[in-house]
């Protein structure tokens, strides 16, 4: 295994770039993955790894794990010095690699067919979009779409907190959110709207057709009234105790399970 | 208001001990909280705060928000030099509180009474613990119960993932599990222990009387079999997907929600 021990190596500064710029994710096709299971969760969904970069300590301890992918891309030793320049993680694994993103891209018309999705409009916070796309896979979701505006699927805390569901869930990016909201209720996709409002359908006596596509709002402000008008209904979770709501993806959890339950 | 200057100031190196030793924290029964939210929480769920610090940029953007609790407490004056040795936030809002534990223990007697509570085994995460506590208030459980060997309800990252539930819900620990779980029983205290196994009821379809304790386990290994067979009951969450089950806390969302619904 070829070593690099530089930090201006080529494959250094292009797996730091891709790990901190959703920009150049976007416009390379590839993106930065760190850690022995979610690289052998990305081998396993399909995910070519062109390039990974590993310290010794971790193929001594995950060579087993690791043996498959190993067999693909190009592989270099790199020493624990270097691993400050490609993680912000306290306690690192010591493997990093460059992955294509795949091509699973949910489209409109699958939507208008069948199946239940969660759409994620303006959510900012990589920790609640991850775990939102890992409980949309528990759940047996068939897809996530995400308004431009939301974090990056491929954000490196979005696929830690997905767990790998990332890389096997199909999911799509909407530009304009109005022009699709009409166009799937035209095409008689249920749209729901998720909202803190008391006069909203309460979550549990709430109908769900197929095809069906429940909208989550921006952590902070939730949906636009723009957004919601639009929406065939509007539903809520009544809250007892005293917290304001609870966080989004908590909120999430608890819509997703009722839609698909 | 008195100006602090030196990192060796008694409160400063207090404070910094507080929010990270939980034998020190239940030895004084003080803790530390951070951040204009959190200390305006506290102080109005009746937490006293006998000493707090604050930066000059803190009192000029947050002054308004604080001025009942600056009421009460000694308050000091801080530069910003001193917060890194008080905080590991990126950006830090500038407020750091000394406060004294309420005394709000929830006793075996009230449980043996009524209400739904649920109980922590083990969890390691503080960020589980805390989302846990604050969806635990905000569906209108009675009450949190944890382990000794679960995370300190005080710690900060509990702390800020409660967004100050933890001031709010009458909660106890439990020094041996097995015993508490035969009180309970010998009470009439219905115990549903949630597990990853088909054979368990389904959480849908399960009964929950009054009163009643929901056990969740161990973030990577659950209830201990040791436990499970203590309880009334084992219920589970059928997962569709492939991934190999929930996070904690999303776990404990859909229990929770089941349970109080």
Redesign the interface.
Known sequence: MEKITSKDNRWVKEYAKLASLKSYRSQSGRFALEGVKLVCEAFQSGIRLPVVLVTGKCLERSGTDLAQAMEWGEWFLIPEELESKLTQQISPQGIYAIGEKLDKILLPDTIKKSGKYVMLCGLQDAGNVG?II????????NGVIATAGTCDFYNPKVLRGS?G?VF?MPCCIVGEEGRFLTELSAAGVQTCASVVDPGAIPI?EAVFRDPCVLLIGNEGNGLSLRTSVLCEQCVTIH?????????A??AA??LL?EM??
């Open positions: 775990t890992r409980t949309a896979e528990a759940l047996g979701l767990m569901s096997r549990g809250m007892k105790g005293k917290t304001e709501s609870l966080n993806s908590m959890c608890i399970w698909t339950k």
